[in-house]
């Protein structure tokens, strides 16, 4: 196949994409597709905030843990060596 027949063959399919693709987004069901789109994206971003908000808990739970941990051994050093 020659450049020039796959540059032909490269413009047609990207004509034929974009016709569908405006085709797509201006019907009623192009609308509600892209409206579909929309709600599922907007709960993912949902999820993942609460996720986050969770690891950011359980990480800050960790960290005073891991504190309390140190102060503790520290404490016990303290003692040793009084």
């Known amino acids: 196949m020659s450049d020039q027949s796959k540059f032909i063959a490269g413009l047609l399919l990207g004509a ?15 609308k509600e597709i892209v409206e579909e789109i929309k709600t599922a994206a907007a709960e993912a971003g949902d999820e993942v905030k609460a996720a ?22 520290q404490s016990r050093t ?4 009084s």
């Open 52 to 73: 986050a908000g969770k690891i950011e808990a359980e990480l800050n739970e960790a960290l005073e843990k891991g504190k309390q941990w140190a102060s503790d051994l």
């Open 16 to 30: 034929a994409a974009g016709a569908a693709l405006a085709y797509l987004l201006t019907s009623d069901k192009g």
């Open 78 to 81: 303290d003692s040793f060596t």
